[in-house]
């Protein structure tokens, strides 16, 4: 199997890229959309007002894959496997504070949230003698 050949970081980052992309294809996706459409230029999302102070906590939320793609490559084992778990955990409650609006939201989440639930499994059981993987402490 390919993932077994793998270095366990690189499987961590491909992962993290993997979520990212169905986030940002998800977002683009709704463009499609009139009623998306009409909510932008209106200011108000679902009933939300959108704020520039929403904007920037948006930034840092979804800076969690964006950093995890980068830190799973360069950290040290024993970093990388707390980051991760943490990172996931949070990235599971974003995208489960926001409900989804179409069928199109309920399958691209279900994808992330697999993924996210093969980034906590791989990084839980990264051992310290995983040849394949980077050992270092």
Not at 92 to 106: F, W
Request: charged share 20%; aromatic share 12%.
């Amino acid at each position: 199997m390919v993932m077994d050949t793998l270095k366990t970081n690189f499987k961590l980052s491909a992962f993290w890229l993997f979520i990212l992309l169905n986030i940002i294809f998800r977002d683009i996706h709704q463009y499609a959309l009139k009623s998306h459409l009409e909510m932008l230029l209106t200011g108000v999302y679902n009933g939300t007002l959108v704020t520039d102070e929403l904007m920037l906590l948006g930034g840092f939320l979804v800076e969690i894959p964006i950093a995890m793609f980068l830190f799973s490559l360069l950290l040290k084992r024993k970093l990388n496997r707390v980051l991760n778990i943490i990172a996931a955990v949070l990235t599971v409650g974003v995208l489960s504070a926001e409900m989804p609006s179409d069928m199109d939201d309920i399958f691209f989440k279900i994808i992330e949230f697999i993924a996210i639930g093969v980034i906590i499994w791989t990084a839980w059981n990264w051992k310290v003698d995983d040849r394949l993987s980077n050992t270092y402490e």
